[in-house]
């Protein structure tokens, strides 16, 4: 593993830890879906302790740098210039249906500025992480955003909608509007952050989804920059924390499908 700076290694050695107990939990979850009461308790616990054991382990190492995380939210508010961005699960509703599409990811900031980001899979034993400057990693293995120029032949990722989103009717107009204009039908894996990494590694040569919390992308935006790809917020959403809507791709299709995104949605055609 090409993991050689201090910020990386700390990411690393947290994400590794916190991957074993999630493994066991997830290893009992086809015995709680059987069960009368569902996992849905567990995966909330679940989803804690892996937090816990994330956040504990980079506090350990910068005590004074501040943390915003799904299940905690702020820590040491204070500390503006560094901060981590901490989702134990991203991809919880496939973690709790026994589905092996999930990560942990964690986005370091240094003065508002996404830095370094590492998603890892524990299932299928993928570690993506990326730094400024030093280009996206899988593994061991350097990895750069696909080559392809043409959007209707893409193969694009999205996510949503929330299930309380008041965008609901939007998003799957939206939704419809881009599935007519490309040739591979979308994916949707439910996980932004591995859908991040997918654009990273050339798997999927787009993602764009609306909604997003910071904590789902942030890792995953240095990871798309560093393997050479683009992405931008559709809207005024930079600050957000809960609302991003975001647009990834390979850099040669992006204008095209932010173009056909900021499109307005057609009811019937
Ligand atoms: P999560 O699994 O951590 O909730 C699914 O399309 C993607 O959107 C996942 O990365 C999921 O993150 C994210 N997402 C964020 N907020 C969500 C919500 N309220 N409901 C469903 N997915 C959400
Ligand atoms: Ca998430």
């Not at 997830?26 to 892996?50: H, M, W, Y």
């Not at 915003?68 to 509703?93: A, F, H, Y």
């Not at 559709?234 to 791709?249: F, G, H, Q, Y």
């Amino acid at each position: 593993m090409r993991i050689n700076s201090p910020k990386l290694n700390i990411m690393y050695k947290a994400c590794m830890k916190a991957s074993k107990s999630l493994i066991r939990d997830f290893g009992e979850i086809e015995n709680l879906q059987v069960s009368s009461k569902g996992p849905g308790d567990f995966v909330s616990s679940a989803d804690k302790r892996t937090e816990k054991i994330i956040i504990d382990e980079l506090l350990k190492a910068y005590p004074d740098y501040g943390v915003l995380s799904e299940e905690t939210g702020k820590i040491n508010e204070k500390n503006e210039n560094n901060r981590w961005i901490v989702d134990p699960i991203d991809g919880t509703s496939n973690f709790l249906n026994g589905i092996p599409q999930f990560a942990i990811s964690i986005g370091y900031e240094e003065d508002k500025e996404i830095k370094t980001g590492i998603i890892y899979d524990p299932i299928k034993n993928e570690l993506f992480f990326a730094e400024t400057g030093s280009g996206a990693f899988l593994n061991n293995s350097r990895i750069r955003v696909s080559k392809k120029k043409n959007l209707k032949q893409s193969l694009i990722g999205t996510g949503g909608p929330k299930s309380n989103s008041k965008l609901k009717d939007e998003i799957y107009l939206e939704f419809l509007k881009v599935s007519k204009s490309i040739d591979i039908p979308l994916r949707k894996f439910g996980s932004a952050s591995l859908d991040l990494a997918s654009v990273a590694c050339g798997r999927f040569d787009g993602f764009w989804q609306r909604e997003l919390s910071y904590w789902d992308i942030a890792a995953g935006i240095i990871l798309v920059k560093e393997a050479g790809g683009f992405t931008d917020f559709l809207d005024n959403d930079v600050n957000e924390t809960k609302k991003r809507n975001l647009v990834a791709s390979n850099s040669l299709i992006h204008k095209e499908l932010l173009d056909l995104i900021k499109k307005k949605n057609i009811e019937k055609n």
